[in-house]
C-alpha cells in the first residue's frame, strides 16, 4: 500500500451511476488523490487487482455483481484484504448498515451525502492504514516494513541476534500441482510452526516475520538459534506430508512435466534456513544483514531435505594478496574412511591442495575444514579454537545423537549419503565467499 505521507494515494471508486462516479473523480483529483473508477463489481474486483488501490469507495446497488459480494470477494483474496473500504449506498435500513461491516466495510456513507464528509472519512481511513501494522494478509504475521524496523532497531541499540532466512524448497511444484488455496495452506502450516515455538520458548525477543510468498524472517537471541532450526525443521517434515495426496507421498515425489515436457520427479517439501549473526560481524544496516542472510539461504537450498546453515565468517579478516593468490586450502578430518577419499579425491580434482591439522608445525589456517563422523564436537571446539575464521563443514550419519556441533560454524546435518557431487558443490561455494 502506498502511503499518502509520501506519494499520492490511489482511490478506486465502484458505482454504476456515471454522473455520481465523474463528480467524485473531479472531487477527489483536485484534492490530490490519484482515481480509478468501475461501473460494476465485476470490474470493480478486476481493477482492484490490476491497479492496487489504497482505498475503496464501493456503491453497494451494482449491476452484474452487488456490493456486498463483492466486498466479500475481496475479503478473499489475499492480495487485497488489507484495503480500507467506505461503502456507499442509498440504503438507510440498520440492517444494511449491519450487514455491510459484516461483509468486510471499514466506513459507511449513505447518499446523498456531504462531499466534505466523504472527504473527511478517506482521510481518515487513509491514516488509519498508515498507522495500522503492516502484517501479512495470509498469515497476519508482520511484513517487510515491520522486519525492516526491528532489524534497524537491533543494529542501532547494538543488540546481539541472529537473523534467521527461512524459505520452502520445491513449493512452486507443490503449488503449480495442487492449486494455490492448498499452496497457502503450506504458508499457514510454517507460520503456524514460527508461531508455536516462539510461545514455547516464551521469549519476547523473538520476532515472526512474513517477508511474502514463502519466505519468512526470524530475530532471535543467539543462544536460541540452534533449537529454534532443530525443532523447526523436524516439525515441518513431520507435518508438511499430510498436505500432500497420499499416492505422491507413497511415491515419495510428485511427478511434473517441464516445459521441454520431460517428467521430472520433484521431492517433497522441505525446508531451508540461512543464518546470520551478529556474533562474528559488524554489520550496520538491514541491507547488509538481509545480504549475508540470503547467501546462506542459497547454500541451504543447494542441499536436499530440511537443512539450516549458519554464517560464522569475520568481516574484520581480510585475505592476504599472497594468500589470493594461491591454490585454497582443505582440510578433511575423520575416520569415516571410504567417504573421506571420496572427498579428497574430489578436491585434488579441482586442484585444491589437503592440509593438515598441525598449529604448531603448520600455523597457516586452511580455507575450509571438513570434519566427518558421529562424535565430532571437540575436534570442531579446537579448531573454532585455533581457526576462529574458518569455515567449517560437519558431516554426521543420520542416526547420530550429536547435537552440540551444531553450535560451531557451518553446520548442516549433511548425511553421508550426500552425494559427493552435491557436497562438493557446496564447499566450492564457501570458498567463493570467503575469497571475497
Not at 23 to 37: A, H, K, P, R, T
Not at 316 to 342: D, M, N
Not at 356 to 378: C, R
Not at 410 to 426: F, N, Q, R
Amino acid at each position: 500500500m502506498t502511503s499518502s505521507t509520501d506519494m499520492t494515494a490511489r482511490i478506486l471508486v465502484a458505482d454504476d451511476n456515471e454522473a455520481l462516479s465523474e463528480l467524485l473523480e473531479i472531487i477527489l483529483l483536485e484534492n490530490g488523490y490519484e482515481v480509478v473508477l468501475a461501473a460494476n463489481g465485476d470490474e470493480l474486483l478486476r481493477k482492484a487487482q490490476t491497479t492496487s488501490p489504497d482505498l475503496m469507495l464501493v456503491d453497494i446497488i451494482m449491476p452484474y455483481m452487488d456490493g456486498y459480494e463483492a466486498i466479500r470477494q475481496l475479503r478473499n483474496d489475499t492480495r487485497l484484504a488489507h484495503i480500507p473500504i467506505i461503502v456507499l449506498t442509498a440504503c438507510t435500513s440498520l440492517q444494511d448498515v449491519v450487514t455491510g461491516f459484516e461483509t468486510g466495510a471499514d466506513d459507511y456513507i449513505t447518499k446523498p451525502f456531504q462531499m466534505p464528509e466523504l472527504l473527511a472519512r478517506v482521510k481518515a481511513q487513509l491514516l488509519r492504514a498508515n498507522r495500522r501494522p503492516v502484517q501479512n494478509p495470509l498469515t497476519g504475521l508482520p511484513g517487510n516494513t515491520l522486519i525492516e524496523e526491528e532489524i534497524s532497531h537491533r543494529l542501532r541499540i547494538g543488540e546481539p541476534f541472529a537473523l534467521l532466512y527461512i524459505d520452502l524448497d520445491n513449493f512452486k511444484a507443490f503449488n503449480d500441482t495442487y492449486g494455490f488455496a492448498r499452496g497457502d495452506q503450506v504458508i499457514k502450516l510454517l507460520a503456524g510452526l514460527l508461531t508455536d515455538l516462539k510461545q514455547q520458548e516464551a521469549n519476547e525477543r523473538i520476532f515472526i516475520g512474513h517477508i511474502g510468498g514463502d519466505d519468512f524472517a526470524v530475530l532471535l537471541p543467539l543462544n536460541s538459534v540452534v533449537p529454534f532450526c532443530e525443532q523447526l525443521t523436524a516439525q515441518f517434515d513431520v507435518q508438511v506430508p499430510a498436505l500432500y495426496d497420499p499416492e505422491d507421498i507413497q511415491r515419495g515425489y510428485l511427478a511434473r512435466e517441464d516445459r521441454y515436457h520431460i517428467v521430472r520427479q520433484v521431492p517433497i517439501q522441505s525446508v531451508s534456513i540461512g543464518v546470520v549473526t551478529t556474533k562474528n560481524r559488524s554489520l550496520t544496516s538491514y541491507h547488509d544483514i538481509s545480504r549475508v542472510a540470503a547467501e546462506m539461504k542459497h547454500l541451504a537450498k543447494k542441499q536436499p531435505g530440511s537443512v539450516y546453515i549458519i554464517d560464522r565468517r569475520s568481516q574484520q579478516v581480510l585475505v592476504p594478496q599472497e594468500r589470493r593468490k594461491r591454490r585454497p586450502t582443505v582440510y578433511v578430518a575423520g575416520s569415516e574412511g571410504l567417504i573421506k577419499q571420496q572427498i579428497v579425491a574430489a578436491f585434488e580434482q579441482q586442484m585444491l591442495v589437503i592440509t593438515s591439522y598441525d598449529p604448531a608445525t603448520n600455523p597457516e589456517q586452511p580455507d575450509l575444514v571438513t570434519v566427518i563422523g558421529a562424535s565430532i564436537s571437540t575436534a570442531i571446539s579446537e579448531m573454532e579454537r585455533d581457526w576462529p575464521d574458518v569455515p567449517i563443514i560437519a558431516i554426521v550419519p543420520g542416526d547420530a545423537d550429536d547435537p552440540s556441533t551444531t553450535e560451531f560454524g557451518m553446520k548442516t546435518s549433511i548425511k553421508p549419503t550426500v552425494p559427493v557431487g552435491d557436497y562438493l558443490s557446496l564447499a566450492l561455494h564457501l570458498l567463493r565467499l570467503e575469497a571475497r
